[in-house]
Structure formats: C-alpha cells, structure tokens
T-cell receptor, first 111, second 113 residues
Framework: GENVEQHPSTLSVQEGDSAVIKCTYS??????FPWYKQELGKRPQLIID?????GEKKDQRIAVTLNKTAKHFSLHITETQPEDSAVYFC??????????FGTGTRLTVIP | DAGVTQSPTHLIKTRGQQVTLRCSPI?????VSWYQQVLGQGPQFIFQ???????GRGNFPDRFSARQFPNYSSELNVNALLLGDSALYLC????????????FGPGTRLLVL
C-alpha cells in the first residue's frame, strides 16, 4: 500500500506566525490529497484538499501545494490563532479513494 | 443537515468477544469507509463499500468484516477480539467513492480488556 511520511511530528509557533507541515508519498498514481484537523477526542475534519490536476489551492488562511514530480505536498497556515492548535493529518488516495494517512503533526499555537 | 452518525459511542468488551459497530452516512452518500485509529496514530483504512459492494480492503485480518445495507448504512464486525483491537473506529461517507471528499463520523471508542 501507499507509504505516507509526515513532518514534523510536533510544531510550536507563536500566534500570528505561519506553520508549514510537509508530507511525502510513494505511489506516483496517487491523485487525491486531503488534509484533516483533529482536536482532542473529536472526529477528523477536512480543512482543505487538492487533486492531482492542480498545483496549489488556497482557502483564506490555509493553502496546500502539490509537487507531483517530487511526490510531496504541504499545508501552509498563515496568521495562526490559538484555535488552530490540534493534530493535523495529511492523507493520500489512489483511484479507489482509500485514504492512507500520515502519522500526524501536533500543532501548538502559543498566545 | 445530519452528518455521519455512529453507534455506540463507547464500548467495553473482553478478549475473545465479538463486536458490531454501526454507521449511517450523510443522506445521498453511497460510499462508506471504515478506519481504525489507535491512540497517537493516524487512521488506518479497513474497508470501503460502494453501492453495497466491497471496493477495498486494508491490511487487517479476517476477523474484521463489514457490510453495507440497501439504505447505505454499514456495519463493521470484529470477531475474537484482541487487546490490540482497542482503538477509535471511524466511519467516513462520500458521494461516490473516487477522489471524493470523505466526511468522518464521531467514531466508536472500543476498549478490549
């Protein structure tokens, strides 16, 4: 199956700074790349996703970039706020939409 | 606008027992996927069903089985429970199943003693 690596595992930033989380994947046929935010004890919530025909997508303070040649994609959060503190997971799907998740990044935004 | 629902929310079982978890997808969604999330890790894919047919199976033993009903709800069954089966079991629904956004339910937290 797909091998997804996610870095860093923990990230602390000052409120207002930017946060960047990176993921790499192994299967060049992968074509769908969502990012989920999971707060403690809650369900994963989709925050942004990108498909393989697009290199970048932005939604307010959140953006995702995709480099299919290098097989990596990144989540960028600008102007971070304390409520952005959570665990973030990248995921990859190939064809049948079976999601393979990264190991997660615990983001802490310090007020 | 109801989201994905799962029942029960919590469950305690002992080793060797069997468990059935239930999921109702978002109205209009025809695909349901099941994931296992062990504490501190990302969700791991178990099964995907679309239009009542199994579309994908992750690397889980045959003790795990699932099915989807005509109303698109789904059940996950786990037989001969092991301590290592303790986890949060998440159900996700999507419209059609290929490159579609998956929306997760709140999960069922299973503890095996």
């Amino acid at each position: 199956g797909e091998n997804v690596e996610q870095h860093p595992s923990t990230l602390s930033v000052q409120e207002g700074d930017s946060a960047v989380i990176k993921c790499t994947y192994s299967d060049s046929a992968s074509n769908y790349f969502p990012w989920y935010k999971q707060e403690l004890g809650k369900r994963p919530q989709l925050i942004i996703d990108i498909r393989s025909n697009v290199g970048e997508k932005k939604d307010q303070r959140i953006a995702v970039t995709l480099n299919k040649t290098a097989k990596h994609f990144s989540l960028h959060i600008t102007e971070t706020q304390p409520e952005d503190s959570a665990v973030y997971f990248c995921a990859v799907a190939t064809g049948a939409n079976n999601l393979f998740f990264g190991t997660g990044t615990r983001l802490t935004v310090i007020p | 606008d109801a989201g994905v629902t799962q029942s029960p929310t919590h469950l305690i079982k002992t080793r060797g027992q069997q468990v059935t978890l239930r999921c109702s997808p978002i109205s209009g969604h025809k695909s349901v996927s099941w994931y296992q999330q062990v504490l501190g890790q990302g969700p791991q894919f178990i099964f995907q069903y679309y239009e009542k047919e199994e579309r994908g199976r992750g690397n889980f033993p045959d003790r795990f089985s699932a099915r989807q009903f005509p109303n698109y709800s789904s059940e996950l069954n786990v037989n001969a429970l092991l301590l290592g089966d303790s986890a949060l079991y998440l159900c996700a629904s999507s419209l059609a199943g290929q490159m579609e956004t998956q929306y997760f339910g709140p999960g069922t937290r299973l503890l095996v003693l």
